[in-house]
């Protein structure tokens, strides 16, 4: 049976088509973030767009701008800044991580949909700098100038000219290089290689702004063991002549320190260097004299010529360099090996250094500081942060996770990042807490008869014991507790301290030294509280970097130890004005006039009118008003008016003073008020002399219960 073929399609349908063309949106189509966000469901439907839109918000809250109105130019290099703006509100790291991948899948859609990301031109006069800052690149290295080319970029941006650009400009940069999350030691690398990249490659000259001091400039110093022998002999008599116990014309306090000869020495080894080899470059034709002696080392000649090198070419500031000089300069006066020469040269020279402006200098340090609260915070975040790794790594290890035996190295670097958290976060709260010196916290000793330990408290001692360690020791008087303790020598001012350690750190003090300071450890115990990440003990710059950074990580400002403890300083007056005496038992002061010195500025004419401001507006005074009479003057000048016979006593005086002082109402009334109150108590008094009797009644107990019964209400009653 044969039936007809029906047709499938049609002529048309069955020619064979051409593939559609891609879609590519114009360049002059694609200006804004919103822009690109419609363009790709057509374009791109495959990525997640909820995803993009999301993140687009978040961009759009971190910049402040609308996603109408936020060009797509605005994500190019934004994504440091951007992740560290997330990290600032608690999201987690994988959020922040998907965040910022979706930041730059935006940006490569918008190229391959014809975005093109605009250039930025670059002046004649930077092209010789970027390209010796870009010789790293194209060569599968990070290469010696690393990071450099950002420098010369972000100077172009801001509109500057390499004859305008000085180390200021340098400084701003690292603080906006910081904000984006990096590391302070990243950042010092960074500025390290730009000069040197401008020093090796002679273009010093283009950036006269730019402090370009060469190697031989930096460590011209020249050390002490090739010193000549009589003079690296002389040199190592005074240093131990003023470290030693006693020593023939040295003041009482001219003991030196290891620390402090440690500087003296670096001075005279400067000043040597100096000598034989600044000198040497500066007249190349002409042979220098070496000194073989302190005296011919410390002549006025040569020291004026060092002052002079160092305060005009290198720019240092005169009055840390001149302390250093006092020190020489003392040394020399007062040993009586050198009794016979005449320093007066030298101390002449000192005087006429010009010491730095004090208000200068205040606002360097303000420029530096943050509020105390924000530094008193940063523990707690830390502390978050280490507990989110701790449960990461909880997760991790639990025994239902199915691939936990695979991934025992990632267990062990978690335990380790969590160890390094809890040691920092016990860093910086015992700073907060206790602001000391630097050089105390690195070199704290724990164990018994060192400065931190755990032992009963003496039953004979003048140290001051918190309440709450007394309830302790009353319900076991052989409780252990925390102490602290440094001996004269280990103290900058060379006075002994003893103390209870604040209740605040005991926890994570215990909590530290039991399960997070062992990880840290590497071979021997070196016994100091706080380590360095190869379990050694803290160097000076260690301690800068692990503070500079936790401060600028969480409080966005780098602020150094030493300035935590003009923080602290600050709020410390701030909350409780002229109390100088407990700030310098804080900070280990010497004694009173050298916090008054340092601190007592903060006391200033701004302060001054604060105070009589608030005192006016206390006694609701306006401007031009005399000061009110208290109610005590205004009773007893209207006890003086009275006639003889009725001249008030003493003791109805203060009865009447006690009276109106227990009155709520009264001491509510405005000041005028007060006045006419108290003008027609006294008026009824003097009219009423029994009412005179009761108040100056002989007991303390009839006085109290008049003042009761006769309150201001109750005498208006009377008198009416």
């Known amino acids: ?159 500057k000219t390499p004859s305008d650009f000085s180390d200021d400009d340098l400084r701003v940069w690292g603080e906006a290089f910081l904000k984006e999350g990096r590391s302070y030691e990243y950042m010092v690398s960074v500025k390290s290689n730009f000069r040197r990249a401008l020093r090796e490659n002679g273009l010093a000259d283009k950036l006269p702004g730019i402090s370009c001091n060469s190697a031989a400039d930096r460590q011209y110093g020249v050390p002490l063991r090739e010193f000549p022998p009589p003079l690296r002999d002389e040199v190592e008599a005074l240093l131990q002549w003023k470290q030693a116990p006693f020593a023939p014309g040295r003041p009482r306090r001219g003991r030196h320190r290891p620390g402090t000869a440690k500087h003296l020495q670096d001075l005279i080894t400067r000043l040597y260097g100096f000598v034989v080899n600044i000198r040497k470059r500066k007249k190349p034709n002409t042979p220098v004299q070496k000194p073989n002696t302190l005296v011919q080392l410390v002549s006025k000649k040569l020291v004026t010529e060092f002052v002079e090198w160092s305060l005009n070419k290198r720019k240092l500031k005169g009055e840390p360099f001149a302390n250093g000089l006092w020190g020489l300069c003392a040394a020399m006066d007062h040993n009586p090996e050198y009794k016979a020469r005449d320093f007066s040269w030298f101390r002449e020279l000192l005087a006429s250094i010009q010491p730095d402006s004090e208000s200068e200098k205040q606002e360097r340090k303000l420029k530096k500081c943050l509020p105390y609260e924000t530094i008193a915070h940063i523990p707690r975040m830390i502390r978050d942060e280490r507990e989110k790794v701790a449960n990461l790594a909880g997760r991790i290890s639990s025994p239902q996770n199915p691939v936990a035996p695979r991934l025992a190295a990632k267990q062990a670097s978690m335990k380790r990042q969590i160890a390094i958290l809890a040691h920092d976060e016990l860093l910086l709260s015992w700073l907060v807490e206790l602001v000391w010196r630097q050089r105390n916290i690195r070199e704290c000793q724990m ?144 004694d009173l006039k050298t916090t008054v010195r340092k601190y007592g500025s903060t006391f200033d004419e701004s302060e001054a009118l604060l105070l009589v401001e608030e005192w006016r507006d206390r006694q609701g005074q306006g401007p031009g008003q005399l000061p009110s009479p208290t109610a005590e003057s205004f009773v007893n000048q209207r006890a003086e008016s009275c006639s003889s016979h009725g001249r008030l006593q003493p003791r109805i005086t203060e009865a009447l ?51 009761h019964g006769f309150g201001s209400e109750g005498i208006r009653r009377k008198a009416a």
């Open 1 to 159: 049976m044969n039936k007809p073929t029906t047709p499938i399609g049609n002529q048309i349908d069955a020619d064979l088509r051409d593939s559609a063309p891609s879609v590519r949106i114009a360049p002059r189509e694609l200006r804004t973030l919103a822009d690109l966000l419609t363009a790709i469901p057509v374009a791109a439907p495959n990525l997640p767009l909820a995803m993009l839109r999301s993140t687009a918000g978040h961009i759009s809250s971190f910049l402040n701008v609308p996603i109408e109105q936020l060009a797509i130019e605005a994500l190019v290099d934004l994504a440091p800044a951007f992740r560290n703006y997330l990290r600032e509100r608690r999201f987690k790291r994988n959020s922040v991580r998907s965040y910022a991948n979706f930041l730059s899948i935006l940006l490569r859609t918008a190229r391959e949909l014809g975005w093109e990301s605009p250039q930025l031109e670059i002046p004649d006069i930077w092209k010789p700098i970027l390209a010796v800052m870009q010789k790293h690149r194209g060569t599968g290295t990070r290469g010696q100038y690393y990071g450099c080319a950002k420098i010369v970029r972000w100077a172009i941006r801001q509109g």
């Open 657 to 707: 003073s006690n009276l109106v002082s227990r009155d709520h109402e009264f001491q509510a009334l405005p000041p005028a008020a007060k006045q006419n109150e108290l003008s027609a108590i006294a008026g009824f008094i003097e009219t009423h002399p029994w009412l005179a009797k009761l108040i100056s009644a002989d007991s303390r107990k009839d006085a109290a219960g008049t003042a």
């Open 447 to 590: 164990g018994m008869g060192r400065n931190l330990f755990k032992a009963e408290i003496p039953a004979m001692t003048n140290m001051a014991i918190p309440q709450w360690v007394q309830e302790r020791i009353a319900l076991n008087p052989q409780e252990q507790i925390w102490q602290v303790q440094f001996r004269e020598n280990e103290t900058k001012t060379g006075h002994k301290v003893h103390f209870i350690l604040p209740h605040c750190l005991v926890p994570l003090l215990e909590e530290y030294l039991q399960y997070h300071r062992p990880i840290l450890l590497r071979g021997s115990d070196p016994g100091t509280l706080f380590v360095n990440r190869d379990g050694c003990p803290l160097t000076s710059s260690q301690v800068n970097y692990v503070v500079s950074n936790l401060t600028m990580q969480y409080g966005h400002r780098r602020v150094t130890p030493h300035l935590c403890r003009d923080i602290w300083a600050f709020w410390w007056l701030k909350q409780n004005p002229k109390d100088y005496l407990t700030l310098s038992k804080v900070l280990w002061h010497r």
